[in-house]
Every structure is written in structure tokens, then in C-alpha cells.
């Protein structure tokens, strides 16, 4: 049997074991690295019974994989005349989201034959929430919310985009 100063002795040496080999957990910090703007083409939007140009883009594809999952998340924003061009390989309804956006976006639904078939304006940061096409398309063009309406962009508008 052991004696108190025996009991005292061992307690004190479990507890230190006990404490001693606890790790401290160190809070670890997840930082996303900036992603800047590539210019890699150029868009044209057309009014929808000419050629006259509504407006020009700089560009940025989207169209592996990984872009196409990933398009302008982790960003601050972008200029006026940047967008984000993804070009799918069939035309289908596509449904979009925002989740990791930090910045509202218009998301600009074209079919194959390059017109505009229908817009989600003002899609609203980090919102999870799927961003139908409404319609079968084949590519996308994101810019900046409110810029659709700001320079009058319309069902029925075409583009026409090439790289550089």
C-alpha cells in the first residue's frame, strides 16, 4: 500500500506527464495568394440589329477544367474593362454560383451563335445559391455588377472575342 507521500509523489508525476505531454496547437492561418488579372484576349459587344460596337473587353479565358471551377474567386475585384470569358465545350444550361467572389458580378449568358440569351445582374458576393443560364449557352461573360445595365447591354446582342 502506498503512503500519502507515496499517492502525493505519484499524482504529481501523472499530472506533469499529463500536462508535459500535451502539444500546444498553434492557430495555423490559411491565406489565399492574390490572383491578378491576365489579359489574354479581346471582346466585342455588338448592338443587336448592327454592327455597332456597345462596348470592348479586355479578357481573361476560362475553359479548363480548374478555370472553370475556380473563374474570379479569391479576387478583389477587377476594372471596368476587364471579364472573364468561359467557353464551354457543348452549348447546355449552365448554372453558376459565388461562392469565394468577393465582388458583385453580372454574369452575361451567350448562346453558340455568340448572342446574348439572358443575364444574372448583380449576383451577390460568397452567395452559394445556383445562377441558372435559363437557357442552353455555350459561353459566359462575367464583369463587374451593374456594368450590363450601365452600358445598356440586351438580349440579343452579340459578341465576338479573339485572343491575343
Known amino acids: 500500500m502506498l503512503s500519502n507521500v507515496n499517492k502525493s509523489c505519484v499524482f504529481i508525476i501523472a499530472l506533469s506527464m499529463l500536462v508535459f505531454s500535451c502539444k500546444e496547437n498553434s492557430k495555423k492561418t490559411i491565406t489565399t495568394q492574390s490572383v491578378e488579372f491576365t489579359h489574354e484576349g479581346d471582346l466585342t459587344v455588338y448592338l443587336n440589329v448592327s454592327d455597332t460596337v456597345k462596348t470592348k473587353f479586355n479578357i481573361e479565358f476560362a475553359e479548363t477544367e480548374y478555370e472553370t471551377q475556380t473563374g474570379l474567386m479569391y479576387r478583389k475585384g477587377m476594372k471596368n474593362n476587364q471579364a472573364m470569358l468561359f467557353i464551354f465545350p457543348d452549348e447546355t444550361m449552365h448554372s453558376f454560383y459565388m461562392k469565394n467572389t468577393e465582388f458583385p458580378l453580372d454574369i452575361i449568358y451567350i448562346k453558340e451563335n455568340l448572342k446574348i440569351a439572358s ?33 445598356g447591354l440586351s438580349i440579343g446582342d452579340s459578341i465576338s472575342f479573339s485572343r491575343k
Request: glycine content about 10%; charged content about 15%; hydrophobic content about 35%.
Open 119 to 151: 443575364f444574372q445582374e448583380n449576383a451577390q458576393p460568397l452567395n452559394e445559391n445556383g445562377l441558372s443560364s435559363q437557357v442552353p449557352i455555350k459561353y459566359v461573360l462575367e464583369v463587374n455588377g451593374g456594368l450590363a445595365q450601365e452600358l
